[in-house]
Each structure stands twice: as C-alpha cells, then as structure tokens.
C-alpha cells in the first residue's frame, strides 16, 4: 500500500482484516508546514463534514456505507472521530442541486426533511441565508469527523489486524513480472502488489496513468471562545450549494490541537490548477490564498452576522478531481492499481474508497454502481 492518507489507510485495514500481508507506505504529518521538504496530505485537519445527502447517487451511496461502519472502526482502534450533528444543506429554491439532492434521498432513503425561509429561521436562526433558500436537514447519521483521527483510527486498526507500516515518503515504483519494488526513504519494499493512494501525488507516482486535475484550495479559520463554542455546538455544518452546484461550506466550531476552537469555511470560487508535485508542495507551503481568505471571511460574516470572532487564519489544501467527477478505483498494470481522488467529498466516504481500492487490488471486479455513469 503506498498512501498513508484516508484511503489508503482505510484499504490497508480492510486488506489485513481479511488476512492479507499489508505493508502501508508513507510520511509521517508535516511538523512545520510551511518549512517541509517532503510531500504533504489534506487530512491534516480536525473537521470534515460527513453526510449521505449528495446530488450524486455514487457519492450517496458510499457515504452511506463507509457511515454504517465509523462505530466499529472506533471499537477496533479505540480512537473517537466521528461527532453526530446533522447537516444541513442549502440552496436556491427550486435549483436543479436542490432537487437532486432530494431525489437521491427519496430513492436511497435517506432521512431527512426539507425546510423554506421559515424553517430555516426558526430551526438555525444562526444562519443569515440569502431570501429564496431552501434545505435540506439530514438530523441523524450525519455530522463532522476529524480526518487527522480517522486516519489514526484506519492505521491502528490495521496494524492490530496485522499491517506493518513504514513511515517514509515513497520515491518510485518498479515493476516487473514477478513482482514490484516500492523504493522509498527507509529503502525498498517487494510486494506482489501494489495499490497506490496517493491522493494529490498519485499522477506523479503512476507515470500519468491517472487522469487527475489538482486544484488549489484555500480554508479560512475563525476562533472563537469557549463560551460561544458551547453555545454553538449543537450546530450541523453547512454546505450551500449556487444554483449552478457549487458553493462554500461551513463547520460548525471544533477544538483544534492548539487547544482553541474554530469554525471552519472552505469553497474557492475560482479553480487553480496545479500541475506538478512541485507546484503542489509549494502551494502548501504558502499557506493559502489571502484573497480567497478575504472572500471567506466576508462570506463567513454574512452567513453568521452574529459571530463574535476572537481572530482568523487560513491554511491550504488540495482537491483531487477526475474527468467523470468520481473516485479512480483501477488497476493500471497487471501488478499496481490506485484508488483516488476525493473530488471533495472524500473523507467522510474513505473507507468504502478504501475497501473498493482492496477489491481491486485484489483481483475482483467493482460492483456496477461504483462504475455507472
């Protein structure tokens, strides 16, 4: 397994619990972003939003089943993740995101209930949304989970199951007929095969097998004290998704490692494209767009009016797409498959990537809605 992030860690605990010999390759967490030479994750984070609503059937689906199974994942590595708080997502009135999205729950039967102008008001009078704007609240099942911790969680789990990892960064891959050589820092590693998940470096690391575009992201952090965290945390996270499908998204406040709380918002409104593992390292290093940081704060006051904000930052982060908006979980050689891009909706459906990624690695063919259209 080359990948130590939220897929691959998740396929190497569904590869060794079905006795498997697993080997998980890859860096340790950056200590000092902006000074790291080596290659970087998007889960270094403490909040991401988990949910089965989506417009789209595929990412529905295996949100749901990857949600099915965050209990027992805590039970196996006894590492907590997950916290339950609904989410609720937002749009104009009548947009084709709107109505999909309540589609894809009346098929797969997904709790949840639709609320206008007055519901919106009287359930989250936190939020300031635009006149016009209905939701979608997904009360149950639903809610953030901590990428940093499932990651930990995944890793533990796999190792109690029998993994072995090795903490170093991944230089090449080598393969011949009888097998493949993963050289990295620590040395070289044999394996009879190897699945790459890579996340953002997976292009690099294939020779361009994979199709991937990888876009710049910036996320903007605003603290707030222990008093208001209390008092907003029963809030769900929000995704308002323009009548065109995009739009920002917003967490509610989490306690972050530094001890503070902060609520989070992400959604460029403008995609930057990075081409190389060069320029991917280099955007993490920056820390981000202070523009779209700008953009972000203005949003954030606009959603919640009402927020007293302590202070602000803001930190970079990839997103990882291929051309038909789905994870790529494929072989490319006889012996190397990849399972990856999250197309920003990932992390919370990990660990069905993950197992899917195991299917394949393993010979077996994906069911037909992973690969439908």
Not at 205 to 230: D, I, K, N
Request: charged share 20%.
């Amino acid at each position: 397994m080359i990948g130590r992030g939220l897929i691959g860690a998740a396929a190497a605990r569904h590869l060794a619990r079905g006795g498997q010999d697993v080997v998980l390759i890859g860096p340790d967490e950056p200590r000092q972003m902006a000074d790291h030479r080596g290659v970087f994750g998007s889960h270094y984070d403490e909040g991401r939003i988990t949910r089965s609503l989506d417009p789209a059937p595929f990412w529905s689906r295996v949100s749901r089943a990857s949600i099915a199974r965050y209990a027992g994942i805590e039970a196996e590595s006894g590492i907590a993740f997950y916290t339950e708080r609904g989410v609720l997502m937002a749009g104009p009135t009548g947009s084709p995101a709107m109505a999909r999205i309540g589609e894809v729950a009346a098929r797969d039967g997904v709790e949840c209930a639709r609320l206008d102008d007055t519901g919106l008001a009287a359930c989250f009078p936190d939020f300031h949304l635009p006149p016009g704007t209905e939701a979608w609240h997904e009360p149950r099942r639903a809610g953030h989970i901590s990428p940093r911790r499932l990651v930990a969680a995944q890793t533990r789990a796999a190792e109690r199951a029998g993994a072995r990892v090795i903490a170093a960064r991944v230089l090449a891959i080598d393969e011949r007929a009888d097998g493949v050589t993963i050289r990295h820092e620590g040395g070289e590693t044999e394996a009879a095969r190897v699945l790459v998940a890579a996340g953002a470096y997976t292009g690099a690391l294939t020779g361009g097998a994979v199709p991937l575009s990888v876009m710049a992201r910036t996320v903007a952090f605003f603290e707030v004290s222990e008093t208001q965290a209390a008092r907003l945390t029963a809030l769900p996270p929000l995704i308002y998704l323009h009548a065109h499908g995009d739009g920002p998204y917003l967490l509610p406040p989490i306690r972050y490692p530094d001890g503070r709380w902060y609520l989070k918002l992400g959604g460029d409104s403008v995609d930057v494209p990075l081409s190389s593992p060069a320029e991917i390292n280099d955007w993490f290093r920056s820390g981000g767009n202070p523009t779209v940081a700008r953009e972000l704060d203005a949003q954030m006051r606009a959603f919640m009016p009402g927020l007293r904000i302590e202070a602000t930052h803001h930190a970079a982060c990839v997103t990882s797409f291929t051309p038909e908006d789905r994870a790529r979980i494929a072989p490319i050689s006889e012996r190397v498959a990849v399972a990856t891009a999250g197309c920003g909706r990932g992390a919370k459906c990990s660990d069905e990537l993950g197992r899917l990624g195991a299917e394949v690695i393993l010979g077996h063919a994906l069911p037909d809605w992973a690969t439908a259209g």
